[in-house]
């Protein structure tokens, strides 16, 4: 067992090797362009020389300080680096001139209709701030990185909401942005393209939903309002006993009671009088008959 785990390793190792070294390969023949791209550049310069107050306007490029240019001569990227900023020296007939915007690019992302793990369908769209790191990946190894960008955004916020219940959906969404700008980042990584930021803008419920939603917040309120109004009446009635039982214990309390009463009623412009009787000698009118 060991033995073959050990051969499987040495197996990818030099699979791997191989690979690097194609690669080097590659890339030390890549700015070669050969007897005859040597030739045709020659000729080039000629040209340019023999023309030149005319053709001095096709073969100087201005490129800003925000971008870079890539330069191919004769389909090949000139010292697999990009250029600028500044002056660029092209050849009218051999080189091909393209520029790159290094400036964060923001888009919004469609709305999108989704169906949740909990079979709720939602409409979702979204916003992404992403930016150009390596010129020579944006140019060579996809044909539009930024039109590529935005399709891989959209199937990726329904990939990643496709797995979310509602509540999650509502609840996280910061997030949900860090999960789909990390796997945007890794899948936009060999396209030269950094991806900075995903934000979800907006997410629309159906009416039905939002009226469901709606009805049960306002019975959950409803519910807390009666606990809350029954347990005030039950404070209220225990302080109503306290106070019952201290009264009971001095009858000179409840005549002071009367007289508070009166007097807050006396507050207001009142045309009824109102006199407070004793109960001691309605107790005593009872007694005799």
């Given at each position: 067992m060991n033995s073959n785990t050990a051969s499987t390793a040495m197996m990818v190792t030099q699979s791997k090797a191989e690979i690097n070294s194609e690669e080097n390969i590659e890339a030390k023949n890549a700015g070669r362009l050969g007897c005859f791209g040597w030739l045709l550049v020659l000729l080039s310069i000629l040209f340019v020389t023999a023309t030149f107050p005319i053709t001095l306007f096709m073969c100087v490029k201005i490129v800003k300080e925000y971008e870079r240019a890539v330069i191919f001569r004769l389909g090949r990227i000139i010292d697999r680096k990009p250029k600028g900023p500044g002056l660029m020296f092209v050849l009218p007939c051999t080189d091909t001139f393209v520029k790159v915007d290094l400036r964060t690019v923001s888009f919004d992302i469609p709305p999108q209709e989704i169906l949740t793990r909990d079979s709720v369908t939602v409409s979702v769209d979204g916003?992404?701030?992403?930016?150009?790191?390596?010129?020579?990946?944006?140019?060579?190894n996809v044909s539009n990185a930024h039109s590529s960008t935005r399709l891989l955004a959209q199937t990726t916020l329904r990939n990643a909401l496709g797995t979310?219940?509602?509540?999650?959906?509502?609840?996280?969404r910061e997030g949900i942005s860090l999960s789909m700008q990390e796997s945007l980042d890794d899948a936009t990584d060999r396209w030269g393209i950094k991806v900075e930021r995903v934000e979800i803008?907006?997410?629309?419920?159906?009416?039905q939903l939002q009226r469901a939603m709606a009805a049960e917040a306002e019975a959950s309120r409803e519910a807390r309002a009666k606990i809350i109004a029954a347990e005030g009446e039950m404070n209220a009635s225990r302080s109503l006993k306290e106070a019952s039982l201290i009264i009971a214990e001095s009858p000179s309390a409840l005549q002071l009671r009367y007289l508070q009463t009166l007097s807050s009623i006396a507050v207001?412009?009142?045309?009824?009088?109102?006199?407070?009787?004793?109960?001691?000698?309605?107790?005593n009118f009872m007694k005799r008959e």
């Open positions: 916003v992404v701030y992403f930016r150009i790191n390596c010129p020579i990946s944006s140019v060579a979310k219940n509602l509540s999650e959906l509502l609840s996280d803008k907006d997410v629309k419920l159906p009416h207001e412009k009142n045309s009824t009088i109102i006199f407070p009787v004793p109960i001691d000698i309605l107790q």
